[in-house]
């Protein structure tokens, strides 16, 4: 997926860094990569929490809650350094509007004004509203077929008002799953139709991965509800439910069936909206191959048990993507194990070419 556009006029950086900023619903991650070596080197990463009232509905609110954090991260958290102030940002993709679009061989100049007419008939609201981007994912006898993804200006603006704050320069915004998408690609089997499921903490981006995002849903539930849900079932703190989660999870344990019962309405509807997208791939793309795996990402990913009840409810293989095999860390201690799946979105938006990208 390409970056977030929102504006016309167009820079120029070769070869100067960028860093990626993944922005969650109450944690923030950094990460800076170096290019030049034969895997991508860790210049420096890092996680910090912030008060989740900062963010209402996908929009910053309350921006100078988030540019603390960041502030204190820079300061005195950061594991090894940032060495850039140009930036390239998550957007949330449960609040993005996408659609793959069949449009007639045309001539490249002509591509951007059909994609935005097609975008028109298909995403709701005013075009003025939204900012509108896309990628070619193939060109054949038939035509062209491009992605598009849109997403509100409210949306954007209050990110780059964050990111002004913080004395940093936008040149790239992704959608969360569609960074974590560009990291999947050095996985050696990301040459296969594959379903990624990010668990973030409030809502579950589920995207049909086939030499790019082709279908893209979303789950309305995350991690935070899953502690809820066992806390609820156990009559235990949310503290305590988190250990659960994190201990035992789904996997055969003496509290098995009651973290299963408590997340069966959930997992329900992950496992619906999991379907849906599956045919609706399979309807749209019959000459395709169909997906063979199912690949989990976010801090969620990690929960025991997970991949074998995914594996068991849908007769896919299911495993959780670790970026730290595709990241040469240097001097720079490994991620934690608890963290490892968290940090692919920001590992993606930090691969990111930041030549010729918009600002």
Known sequence: MGSMKQSSEVYFFEDKPLFGL??????????????DHKLPRLKGYGAIAFDPSAIVDGVIVKPEIIAKAAMQLFENTLVGDI??????????????????????????????????????????GHAENLYLDYSILRKNEEGIEAFIVAMPRSIVDSYLILTRMLGLQA??????????????????????????????????DI????????????????????????GRKLAI???????????????????????????????????????????????????????????????????????????????????????????????LKHFYNADRASYATAAGLALADPAGVFA
């Open 22 to 35: 993944d922005i969650g619903h109450n944690t923030l991650r950094v990460m800076q990569l170096d290019m």
């Open 83 to 124: 060495s850039t102030n140009r930036v390239a940002v998550s957007l949330p993709a449960s609040r993005a509007f996408t659609r793959a679009i069949q449009l007639p061989k045309i001539g490249p100049d002509d591509i951007a004004e059909a994609v935005q007419t097609e975008a028109e008939q298909y995403i709701p």
């Open 171 to 204: 040149v790239l915004f992704d959608t969360s799953i569609g960074a974590s998408a560009r990291m999947f690609t050095m996985d050696a089997q990301s040459n296969i139709p594959s379903l990624l499921i990010d668990f973030g903490t409030s809502t579950t």
């Open 207 to 230: 995207t049909v991965f086939n030499s790019g995002a082709v279908v893209l849903g979303t789950a309305p539930f995350g991690g935070e509800d899953i502690t809820r849900a066992i």
């Open 237 to 331: 703190s949310a503290d305590e439910a988190l250990v659960i989660k994190s201990r035992y999870g789904l996997a055969p344990s003496v509290v098995q069936k009651q973290v299963v019962a408590a997340l069966e309405p959930a997992l329900e509807m992950l496992i619906k909206e999991i379907r849906r997208t599956i045919r609706y791939y399979e309807q749209r793309y019959i000459k395709e191959k169909p997906i063979s795996q199912i690949v989990t990402m976010g801090g969620g990913a990690n929960m025991p048990g997970l991949a074998d009840y995914l594996t068991d409810r849908l007769h896919l293989a299911t495993r959780a993507f670790d970026p730290a095999p595709y990241i040469d860390f240097g001097h």
